[in-house]
């Protein structure tokens, strides 16, 4: 079944979900009030990095299906509404600003009347407070045959496109709960090639599907940041915060995902939502609950202090020191640098009179955007010759997979701090490096991790995309 959809808010969330959404089979329109970005999608110009988008964006704009405007009205048509806005931390507090998603409901009650009261979905995407989903369905229910529920999404930046079409779980959240909802029906007819593969769909009420997500995340930042507390105690007793977190993780209540230490976690996600989640506790009286997120947040900030900390003392001084930084997303297989540990760690370093050289295979773009003056180099080598010091930040790759002789060929002095506990510590010694990691012993040579992967989930073979390959409208994994 064809389906008339629009996306509303075309950035990182809803220009993958759009582009999703027409490869399912549906005719999709995005709407954006940023006009270049709408330009640039439609022309086929993703503006940023995901692996396999490109050519999802480029296949439902060659089969018609997929479109971009600025204009509410072309939207009047639209059997369902996706709402992928953002909601930024607040600016004088911690939490959600509301405002694009109250700006979006407030545009369709003036295009929805067309419809004639015809059936017409408006479903919320966006990580939000418990209790914003009645608020917004109380002012947009009052069109005759317009209907709200909440689907929050669980993308993880760099499986995108995967995430998306072969998700683990759908989430429905409808105001009582009621599998009988009309909404279910509606939406189960937007994922029908999904929900045939057996994909599981979860019907709950709407607090509780706003409580999904603030509670993923949350939980999720919490295992970084309480492995990352481990490695301070491991750097007071000389313990190796690996050998901990390997043995942790092989207990299955607890899992070895998400618990390795390092720099910790940042992008436009985290960092953000587990203030929101904490400022919503506290507007609905149970702040008390939730006032060890204060903490997990402030253990992920000490990271980033400490890696400031670790490489001066490594150099015995910062100013007019040469450091390269590898990395400057957030994570790898993004050019993503908000909240970026990465980012601020080369920023403090320059503060401190540092001569910082920052490189990245995606990133240096948005870096330079965020940072005018940065000194970024895109080639690897070039980046790295002359270094007095390396800080391995962001665990790309080809990063992890530098060959340690070649590399101190290159280098002014051989001292490397691996920040994402991705390197194997005794064969850069023997390459001759001075070798140091975050809550790991400076003199000793354990053995390397099992499990390499970002602090932001790990990056392993099972979890790899392979770019491209994605479901076809029949639901199918096929070849782009």
């Known amino acids: 079944m064809t389906l008339r959809i629009s996306v509303i808010g075309i950035g990182y969330l809803g220009a993958v979900h759009a582009a999703s959404m027409a490869e399912l089979g549906h005719e999709v329109i995005g709407l954006d009030v940023d006009r270049d970005r709408v330009a640039a999608l439609q022309a086929g110009h993703a503006p940023f990095h995901e692996p396999g988008f490109d050519e999802l964006l480029q296949r439902g704009l060659d089969s018609g299906r997929l479109r971009f405007t600025s204009d509410y009205a072309e939207l009047a048509d639209a059997d369902v509404h996706f709402l992928g806005l953002g909601t930024p931390q607040l600016a004088d507090g911690m939490g959600a600003d509301l405002g694009h998603l109250r700006s979006a409901i407030a545009s369709l009650t003036e295009v929805l ?22 608020e917004l369905a109380a002012t947009l229910e ?7 529920m909440w689907n929050p999404e669980f993308l993880r930046e760099g499986f995108a496109v995967q995430d998306t079409l072969v998700p683990d779980r759908l989430v429905y959240g409808v105001p009582s709960g009621d599998e009988q909802d009309e909404r279910v029906a509606m939406l189960d007819a937007v994922y029908a090639p999904i929900l045939e593969r057996g994909v599981t769909r979860l019907v709950m009420g709407y ?8 509670s993923a995340n949350a939980f999720l ?3 970084i940041s309480f492995i990352n507390a481990v490695a301070e105690m491991c750097e007071a007793t000389g313990a190796d915060v690996t050998d901990v977190s390997r043995a942790l993780g092989m207990d299955d209540r607890i899992g070895a995902k998400f618990l390795r230490a390092g720099l910790g976690f ?22 008390d609950a939730l006032g060890f997120l204060r903490e997990v947040d402030a253990v992920n900030g000490r990271r980033r202090t400490r890696m400031v900390a670790l490489a001066e003392e490594t150099l015995g001084g910062l100013e007019g020191r040469r450091i390269t930084v590898l990395g400057a997303a957030f994570k790898p297989d993004s050019d993503d640098v908000r909240d970026s540990p990465a980012l601020e760690v080369a920023s403090r370093l320059r503060a401190a009179g540092a001569r910082v050289t920052v490189t990245d295979p995606e990133a240096l773009r948005t870096a330079q955007r ?11 080598q070039d980046a790295l010759r002359d270094a007095e010091l390396v800080l391995l930040l962001t665990e790309w790759r080809e990063y992890r997979d530098l060959d340690p002789v070649a590399t101190a060929d290159l280098v002014a002095s051989p001292r490397i701090i691996d920040g994402r506990a991705v390197l194997d510590p005794q064969a850069w ?14 003199s000793e040579a354990p053995e390397a991790p099992q499990n390499p992967g970002s602090s932001e989930g790990p990056v392993s073979s099972d979890e790899a995309i392979t770019p491209g390959r994605v479901l076809s409208p029949s639901g199918v994994r096929v070849p782009a």
């Open 370 to 380: 965020r940072i005018p003056g940065l000194c970024t180099v895109p080639d690897t």
């Open 142 to 148: 009052q069109v005759d045959g317009a209907r709200l």
């Open 266 to 287: 940042g992008g436009g996600c985290l960092p953000k939502d587990i203030r929101a989640f904490l400022a919503s506790a506290e507007d609905h009286g149970v702040g």
């Open 207 to 214: 607090e509780a599907a706003e409580l999904v997500k603030a």
């Open 429 to 442: 010694r023997e390459a001759g490096w001075e070798f140091r990691a975050l809550g790991r012993p400076d």
């Open 113 to 134: 009347p067309a419809r004639g009261g015809a059936p017409t979905l408006v479903v919320g995407k966006s990580t939000v407070p418990a209790g914003t989903s009645r």
């Open 221 to 223: 930042a919490t295992k």
